[in-house]
């Protein structure tokens, strides 16, 4: 069994820019995928409970007028990641003037992880 690394991230996104951010997201698909990923997967909150002490909603600070989206990119390897994020901050089609976030990135919960189990 692979053990690959992977990139997680959690966001509010504004309800009324859904179709701006499945645009925004697959174009930021192609590009991962050019540099190495082998998979980009974007998911739109439709039963994200809240949470009273802790929660995805209240991690990323929802507002009413918001959706939780929960996505993770998988890669071969930390070294293919590193490498691959490198490529793609400076690649001009990720600039906002090139491809805006429809959403408030301030607020994004992401990390790299080590799998340690995939089943």
């Not at 400076?90 to 805006?100: K, T």
Request: proline content about 6%; aromatic content about 12%; overall charge neutral.
């Amino acid at each position: 069994m692979t053990l690959h690394y992977v990139d997680g991230f959690v966001a509010a996104v504004p309800t009324a820019n859904q179709e701006k951010y499945r645009a925004h997201a697959a174009k930021a698909a192609e590009m991962f995928k050019e540099f190495g990923a082998l998979a980009v997967v974007e998911c739109w909150g439709d039963d994200v409970p809240e949470g009273k002490l802790t929660s995805f909603t209240l991690a990323v600070k929802r507002e009413a007028d918001e959706t939780t989206v929960f996505s993770w990119i998988t890669w071969p390897s930390k070294a293919v990641r590193d490498a691959a994020w490198q490529k793609v901050m400076a690649d001009p089609r990720m600039q906002p003037d090139a491809n805006p976030m429809p959403f408030d990135g301030k607020r994004m919960i992401y990390g790299g992880f080590r799998m340690i189990v995939n089943a």
